[in-house]
């Protein structure tokens, strides 16, 4: 069993170090480069009777692993503990619920698909994103792709279910899938089309 551990305080380290010591195979992620190039060798960044004596060991057997890399991380646990003492239920739940959906494990919500716009985008991406996000996050489950141009576009959106593409100036493109269904509207229509085009397929539940 692979459990990831997001954090290496107090109660995330231990945690890694005791879950390694019981068999199973923990990668511990945390933000601080330094912090985790330490651990790696074996230095724990905090004091716990017996804890660095126990990481060396685990670090040494290969049940214990060390990165910065959260993708790395999550990418096949089985588990992931997070050890965020000061976080509130509430958002501890939200977290959880956005782990599991990044890593394919619980759909929960619509996934939203952007680019980070550019010279090419031809229309203002981030308050577009805002208001399709406001009209359609209730599609549970439901990949929405918002793009900027027409050049890199189709390619970014990888598997969304539709597609929102700047096709010129004022003008937008919508895909079903890879397929252009829509093409060249006035983009003060798109969103209304966009989620015609939602119900024409099935996918349309009332919020």
């Not at 239920?89 to 990044?102: D, P, V």
């Not at 577009?128 to 406001?134: M, P, Q, R």
């Not at 929405?144 to 100036?169: F, L, R, S, T």
């Not at 209304?192 to 349309?204: T, V």
Request: negative net charge; proline residues 4%.
């Amino acid at each position: 069993m692979k459990i990831a551990v997001a954090g290496t305080g107090y109660v995330g380290l231990v945690a890694g170090v005791c879950f390694a010591e019981k068999g199973y195979n923990v990668m511990c992620v945390d933000i601080d480069e330094a912090k985790v190039a330490l651990m790696r060798q074996g230095v724990s960044p905090i004091y716990e009777q017996g804890l660095e004596e126990l990481m060396q060991k685990n670090n040494a057997r290969g049940t214990l692993h060390f990165t910065t890399d959260y993708v790395e991380a999550y990418r096949d646990a089985d588990a992931i503990f997070i050890g965020a003492p000061d976080v509130t239920r509430e958002e501890l739940n939200r977290l959880s619920l956005n782990i599991l959906q990044a890593t394919r494990h619980r759909i929960s919500k619509t996934e939203f698909i952007s680019c980070p716009g550019c010279g090419r985008t031809l229309y203002d991406l981030q308050s577009t994103l805002k208001e399709i996000k406001a009209a359609t996050s209730h599609l549970k489950g439901l990949k929405i792709g918002v793009m900027g141009c027409i050049v890199n576009g189709p390619g970014e959106m990888a598997d969304a279910d539709y597609g929102y593409v700047g096709a010129g100036p004022g003008h937008i493109s919508l895909y079903k899938g890879k397929e252009c269904v829509v093409k060249n509207i006035p983009a003060s229509e798109a969103l209304p089309r966009l989620i015609a085009l939602i119900k024409e397929h099935g996918d349309w539940v009332e919020p």
